[in-house]
């Protein structure tokens, strides 16, 4: 009889170890996809920290871009267009002349005295003459100048007022000796033209 008695416990019994099984592994399951979720969700916490950075240099950099962008506009604006001799078929020499008279000017406008004018005509260091030396004639001037402080002044604010495209590639000043406010200048220059 206690087998029988036995009998109709076994059954809840099993039931009973059956659902505390279940509710034990249900209940690690649970605790896995909480943690999952929990790492879900500081990894999304991190990923969305990143992106508001991202998104901060991003927005910085464009802005930058913009900026950039506008000043090659008001570069390109000011730019200087190239001479442009008014004849065809002419060497070098010929081309640079007329600009190179306009110097000439200035500099005796400004009443300067130049010692010695050394040109170079198309050097092939020169970035329009390597990259288009057919469409674009160059010449360097290395000048020894002598001037006082207000002439020399003038000339340069002539010179950046120039209409045409130039290069002021250096300007070495070294005061006189015996007079301070007599300047020796070494000025190099290149001109350009634009052939048609």
Known sequence: MNNEK???????IA???GAILLSVWLGMQL???IEQIMQYKNTIATKEQELKELNAKLKKFQEEEKQEARKMAESAAKSKPFHKPAATGMNT???IAGEFTEILE????????????????DPQDDAFVKGAGGKYKAARLNMEMIANYTNYNNFLKELYKHE?????????????KKN????LINFKLKLYSQMQ
């Open 106 to 121: 200035l500099i005796r406008a400004n009443q300067i005295k130049v010692r010695t004018i050394k040109y170079e005509y």
């Open 31 to 33: 605790a896995t996809n």
């Open 6 to 12: 036995l009998k109709q416990f076994l059954t809840p």
């Open 180 to 183: 301070k406010q007599i300047l």
């Open 164 to 176: 045409h495209f130039l290069d002021i590639q250096s300007v070495e000043i070294v005061p006189y």
């Open 93 to 95: 020499e010929a081309v």
């Open 15 to 17: 039931i009973a170890a």
